[in-house]
């Protein structure tokens, strides 16, 4: 197995932090690993909010969907992108302030498709959402980093160590 290079996810989390809808959820993801990810949200219920005084399952599902697609990047090929093929959100319990943490994990990564599931918990550990997403492997294509040089953002290191950039 290739060894991931802590300087390309650390310029990835950069770059995608500071995309307008991370920004605006107020989201960022604050820990990437091989098969795992950890995104946080303090919850702003004039944002968050839905009409009856609790966070939205919508702020949840998003959550969910960055978490998986994160968990999941690691251990996929430099050039390899992905695509959510579905999220199921199971809310089990409300939330109405404080901060969120999503912990993704890849459960398995096959050629063409890659499941992650993802636990949302509020700061006291109270579980609060459950989620699953399949992600579509997109081999060759749509890659992160060549994603950001399309939108005219910064180069990012390689994705992988190897005995020249050890």
């Known amino acids: 197995m290739k060894k991931i290079n802590p300087a390309h996810l650390a310029a990835m989390m950069s770059l995608t932090n500071s995309c307008p809808y991370y920004r605006l959820l107020g989201m960022r993801i604050v ?51 992905m695509t959510s093929l579905d999220l199921a959100v199971t809310n089990l319990s409300m939330c109405r302030g404080g901060k969120l943490t999503a912990h993704g994990k890849a459960v398995k990564e096959g050629r063409s498709i890659c499941l992650s599931e993802v636990t949302i918990t509020d700061d006291t550990g109270k579980l609060i959402a459950h989620g699953t997403s399949k992600l579509l492997m997109l081999n060759g294509r749509q890659s992160a980093a060549d994603a950001l040089r399309a939108a005219g953002r910064s180069e990012v290191p390689p994705k992988f160590l190897n005995s020249e950039n050890e």
């Open 31 to 81: 820990e990437l690993g091989s098969g795992y990810s950890r995104v946080e949200m303090d919850v702003d219920m004039s944002k968050h909010g839905n009409p009856f005084g609790s966070v939205h399952g919508g702020a949840y599902a998003s959550l969910i969907d960055v978490a998986a697609y994160w968990a999941a990047y690691s251990d996929q090929a430099e050039d390899a992108g």
